[in-house]
């Protein structure tokens, strides 16, 4: 047995049976589950996209956006993604150098190749 075999085969062997069920799991959960969905009826599941944690802004070298609206964290500044309402976490930003977009168009051609490869394998 072990890699010589497929896992159905071994299981076969052991159980009697190839199938697996997590209906055994389910059963004994489902007390919970109806407790919950009786809980819970009514609430809007989720939660609101807006919400952001709280962050300590001068504890970490966060930005402050320049309308005081709110703090970002340092990577989330001059990333090209206005985070703030003002847009000013991407003003006054460092001109990019040629290394650091050639790093960077290099990194987004190989993420949208492997993409592309593994929805033609799927």
């Not at 697996?20 to 109806?34: E, G, K, N, R, W």
């Amino acid at each position: 047995m072990g890699s010589s075999q497929e896992w159905p085969d071994a299981m076969e062997v052991m159980t009697g049976q190839r199938d697996m069920s997590a209906q055994a799991i389910v059963d004994y959960f489902q007390p919970l589950i109806t407790w919950l969905e009786q809980q819970n009826q009514g609430e809007t599941l989720g939660w609101d996209e807006s919400w952001t944690p709280p962050y300590d802004c001068a504890a970490t070298d966060g930005f402050t956006c320049a309308d005081g609206s709110k703090c970002i964290r340092p990577g989330d500044r001059c990333d090209g993604v206005n985070d703030c309402a003002d847009n000013s976490d991407e003003q006054n930003c460092p001109v990019a150098s040629a290394q650091s977009v050639t790093v960077s168009m290099a990194t987004t051609f190989i993420s949208t190749f492997v993409c592309i490869l593994l929805a033609t394998l799927n």
